[in-house]
């Protein structure tokens, strides 16, 4: 996007976002593996360590790909 | 700082962990710096207000429907969802494709070729400055009350999900959108809309998969509910509205299809500048076309976030949900339904992601709103009736400084709005009586060349003026209900339905009848900005994936196999 005034393009910062969220949702699901939080329906299929793990897949995709180089 | 946040509500929906905290302060960080960084880009007015006309298709696509994806809508619709079932979905389907896709193919290019700024800068040039001046003041008023109401109903829904206090969410929400808006414009708001997009998404969507899986499915799902609330049907949304005591929103189809579809959906996404801005900052007209197009197949799938957990609620919730007047203390209200579902199936970190999600939501919702009303007020009112030949530079300040100053009038509004609740209702009606009637001026104006100056002027103030009066009537004295909605049944959904229609047709009326006996406006002067006298772009020579009418027909397509689907 905007490629003439070399703006880092949105989706860098889309896939930014993502990853840093991945990774903290990974690593809480991850924590508490063992010890599921109280009051948390179906929390036996770890919902949190594969979307963690998703949004890190997303997020590595969208700055590869729109990673701004070149920019001034 | 944490001690304030926890003034308040002394029982909350959901707590917060560490790294939910965490995880609401890093958005926090990433808008404010996207504000800053985007300043440099800000400079010239077409940058400031039109985020210098450069967006791609698919960035000005996705703000566009992302700029009406705010947290209001979405606990609003849910809990709409809960009380009403699968037909709230008809305000995401019939209530919006049929609107994105006209305004892709018809409409914009001629917003697009006239080069204007915002729709009351069409109407200038189409109609002359009585229609313009009264379609921006009142959209520049309404739309500063409605980034209050904003404001005001994320402190509120902060208090009651996280009790966190009042003054806390309204200072920070404030700040950071002052502080992101007026550094980059519209530049930011639209940044910002994009990452809002990704993360009512990624917030969200854990809950129907989650919700399906508990219930077997969605024939687990119905059957649940059939089971929970039996002899209601929650799951049609068609079948019911044969009669308007069929079905517990008290529509018949033709509120849903000419009051909603045609009405208040064509008035809202074609006409209301909050939304049209976002395409407006399209780089070319191919993209201008494809972005409202683009946005239609993302707005079809929002059902899935906003009304599915509503069903879902209704299915796995061991208790009832009640309307708001209603409600007593240890009871939900019907718009609790998102954040219980949220709470339910997302522990620590999912749930910051779906509370970020909420008050990027909600914070996009006020930046939307004073983005354009910067423009309006700049553009449209203080340029014509009060300075007319200042350098750029001094618009491009102005712009800031109504930003920063609409933020303060917003602030003013929510603490209205706390001490007088009734008020948000009529902040929220006072907006629709707007809409309808401005979508008859403006696509008379686009399609029929004789429409008169003062046609354009008395048709919509006739509109408006019959949107108020019906409005008015049906909710002083119920006995009107059975007159303008046809049932007394109507619920105040339903209602609003009917009064769009009343007021459209009364625009159309008087707009033709004026136009007939005054005198129209010489061919010179609408060059550009009728169908009649404009060269339309066509795009004879893109390939099919790249001609906006294939994806156009596309979205209409898969419209009516959902309807079908869902009959």
């Known amino acids: ?72 | 700082m944490m001690a304030m946040m926890a003034v308040g509500a002394p029982t909350t929906l959901v707590h917060l962990s560490g790294v939910d905290l965490l995880i609401i302060a890093i958005y926090f960080l990433l808008v404010l710096g996207i504000g800053f960084y985007l300043k440099k880009f800000a400079k010239t007015g077409e940058d400031f207000f039109l985020a210098g006309r450069e967006m791609t298709a698919w960035v000005a696509g996705l703000a566009f429907v992302s700029a009406n994806l705010g947290s209001l809508e979405l606990l609003g619709w849910a809990g709409n969802a809960y009380q009403y079932g699968i037909m709230a979905a008809h305000w995401y389907w019939i209530g919006a494709i049929p609107a994105m896709v006209f305004l892709g193919l018809v409409m914009m290019p001629f917003y697009y070729i006239s080069k204007t700024h915002s729709v009351p800068g069409y109407l200038k040039l189409r109609y002359g400055t009585e229609a313009s001046a009264l379609s921006a003041v009142t959209f520049a008023f309404m739309t500063i009350l409605m980034s209050g109401v904003n404001m005001y109903a994320m402190a509120v829904v902060m208090e009651v999900v996280l009790g966190w206090s009042l003054h806390f969410s309204i200072i920070v929400s404030s700040l950071t959108v002052g502080v992101y808006v007026a550094a980059g414009g519209l530049f930011s708001a639209i940044f910002n809309e994009v990452l809002q997009f990704f993360l009512i998404w990624f917030g969200a969507l854990l809950i129907p998969i989650l919700g399906l899986v508990e219930t077997g499915g969605w024939s687990g799902m119905v059957a649940r509910i059939h089971h929970n609330f039996p002899g209601q049907d929650f799951t049609h949304m068609w079948g019911p509205m044969s009669s308007a005591s069929h079905n517990p929103m008290g529509v018949h189809w033709i509120a849903i299809v000419f009051g909603l579809g045609a009405s208040v959906s064509m008035g809202y996404w074609t006409t209301d500048f909050l939304v049209v801005q976002r395409v407006l900052s399209a780089r070319d007209v191919r993209s201008a076309k494809l972005a409202p197009i683009i946005g239609s197949f993302f707005k079809m799938a929002v059902p899935l976030i906003v009304i599915l957990p509503g069903l879902l609620g209704r299915a796995v919730l061991p208790f009832h949900l009640v309307p708001a007047n209603v409600a007593q203390p240890g009871q939900f209200k019907f718009d609790d339904v998102l954040p219980l579902m949220l709470a339910r199936y997302c522990g620590p970190g999912l749930l910051g992601l779906g509370i970020t999600a909420l008050i990027a939501g909600f914070m996009a919702g006020m930046a939307g709103n004073v983005s354009a009303f910067a423009t309006v007020w700049t553009y449209d009112i203080y340029r014509p009736y009060m300075r007319k030949d200042a350098p750029d530079a001094h618009y491009v300040s102005m712009g800031r400084w109504s930003t920063i100053i609409g933020l303060f009038v917003s602030i003013g509004t929510a603490y209205l709005v706390q001490y007088n609740k009734s008020m948000m209702d009529y902040v929220q009606a006072l907006f629709g009586f707007f809409i309808a009637p401005l979508f008859g001026t403006v696509v008379l104006g686009m399609l029929w060349k004789r429409v008169s100056r003062m046609g354009g002027f008395w048709g919509l103030l006739a509109g408006v003026l019959t949107s108020i009066t019906v409005f008015l009537l049906m909710k002083f004295d119920p006995s009107w209900v059975k007159v303008f909605a046809f049932s007394p049944l109507a619920q105040p959904l339903a209602q609003a339905m009917w009064q769009a229609l009343w007021a459209s047709v009364t625009c159309v009326v008087v707009t033709v009848l004026v136009t007939l006996v005054t005198k129209p406006k010489p061919d010179e002067e609408l060059k550009g900005l009728v169908y009649a006298l404009t060269e339309v772009p066509r795009e004879e020579h893109a390939s099919w994936l790249h001609r906006p009418v294939i994806w156009g027909v596309a979205a209409l397509a898969i419209l009516v196999v959902l309807q079908i689907i869902f009959w």
């Open chain 1, 1 to 72: 996007m905007i490629e003439k005034r070399q703006i880092i393009p949105v989706w860098f910062f889309v896939g930014l976002l993502l990853q840093v969220y991945g990774v903290l949702i990974l690593a809480s699901g991850l924590a508490h593996w063992s010890h599921p939080p109280g009051g948390v329906e179906l929390s036996n299929l770890h919902a949190p360590v594969w979307w963690g793990a998703l949004l890190i897949v997303l997020g590595v995709i969208y700055c590869a790909k729109y990673y701004p180089r070149g920019e001034t």
